[in-house]
């Protein structure tokens, strides 16, 4: 069984900053590589950022030197510092395994996101 659990979005200027979260309960989270994806209107789900099991971090040209990624395996959380946010961050964010989501009952399972909203 796994449960997936995101906080922390919210509405914020652009140039602001928001700090994601992700619970995220499964007894073998250590083990996984982690990953934060976001979902604009419209538009297909994508991977922003993802970080292994060992803290080797990798993220998508488009965020990277604005966007932190850091995990907490004792607690079974993934964090996301995003600075410097741009109206084009905005979206529903998801934390998720990489490559392949968490599978439940034969099917990807994925928590309900955090939304991220950004004026201009």
């Known amino acids: 069984q796994v449960q997936l659990v995101e906080s922390g979005g919210g509405l914020v200027q652009a140039g602001g900053s928001l700090r994601l979260s992700c619970l995220a309960s499964t007894t073998l989270f250590s083990m996984f590589t982690m990953a934060w994806y976001r979902q604009a209107p419209g538009k297909q789900r994508e991977l922003v950022t993802r970080?292994?099991?060992?803290?080797?971090?990798t993220y998508a040209d488009a965020v990277k030197d604005r966007f932190t990624i850091s995990r907490d395996n004792a607690a079974n959380m993934v964090y996301l510092q995003m600075n410097s946010l741009k109206p084009e961050d905005a979206g529903i964010y998801y934390c998720?395994?990489?490559?392949?989501?968490?599978?439940?009952?034969?099917?990807?399972?994925w928590g309900q996101g955090t939304q991220v909203t950004v004026s201009s």
């Open positions: 970080i292994t099991a060992g803290g080797t971090t």
């Open positions: 998720n395994t990489f490559p392949t989501p968490f599978r439940l009952r034969n099917e990807d399972y």
